[in-house]
């Protein structure tokens, strides 16, 4: 299956190093705890508890309007859980800052980007003194046809939107990776030509 490939070429590109142990422990890189987020009259996520190690591939299956993409928001500070603890690198949510937002990626179902900027007005946007070099950079959009930055993002395929998001959510280099796409566009061959780059760069 295509999805399952280009899955599988996602966790290689992304996995990352040991897992860090303390006192005989592995430490989580990221850990819920009673996590509770109502829903109109019913629970979306009632007293969700779970921990990822650094190293290891965390999925979230469940068939649709379950709750998936809503436990990555509450776990992104994207929204705000009713009660319950949620910590990324050993901090917990409410303590969040600026230099732990550097080092998530996120890349969700709908691609929030302004289809009004240009390629490069979204780049320079978020680009800071940590993110990839200019020539990576360039080398990434190269691979999904992208050479003309002065193009606007919604003249762009879905393809290549969805390639240009997988590259903002690399751009900074993350140390922890969220995903949340319910399916790959039928024309894969520019995501699998990025997957490829990304990989040959390392990042």
């Known amino acids: ?32 705890h009673h996590l509770t987020r109502p829903l109109s009259d019913s629970f979306a996520i009632n007293n969700l508890t779970f921990k990822v190690l650094r190293g290891e591939i965390f999925g979230i299956v469940g068939p649709a309007k379950a709750g998936k993409t809503t436990i990555i928001k509450l776990l992104t500070g994207q ?4 009660s319950g603890i949620i910590s990324i690198l050993g901090k917990p949510i409410d303590l969040w800052d600026a230099s ?9 179902d709908s691609i929030h980007i302004n289809s009004k900027l240009s390629i490069a007005q ?15 950079i360039l ?23 969805l390639g240009f998001a997988i590259i903002c959510a690399v751009l900074q280099r993350p140390t922890l990776l969220f995903i949340d796409i319910d399916a790959f566009p039928n024309d894969t061959l520019v995501l699998k ?6 990989q040959k760069l390392k990042i």
């Open 1 to 32: 299956m295509v999805f399952k490939d280009l899955m599988i070429s996602m966790i290689n590109i992304y996995m990352p190093e040991k897992p860090v142990v303390r006192n005989g422990m592995a430490r989580p890189i990221l850990s819920s």
């Open 79 to 82: 929204l705000e859980a009713t």
């Open 100 to 108: 732990l937002h550097e080092k998530i990626g996120i890349l969700m």
């Open 122 to 136: 979204v780049l320079a946007n978020i680009t800071t003194e940590q993110s990839l070099d200019p020539h990576s």
């Open 139 to 161: 080398i990434l959009l190269d691979s999904i046809q992208l050479e003309d930055t002065s193009r606007s993002v919604s003249s762009l395929s879905y393809s290549q939107q």
């Open 193 to 198: 030509k990025l997957l490829f780059a990304i």
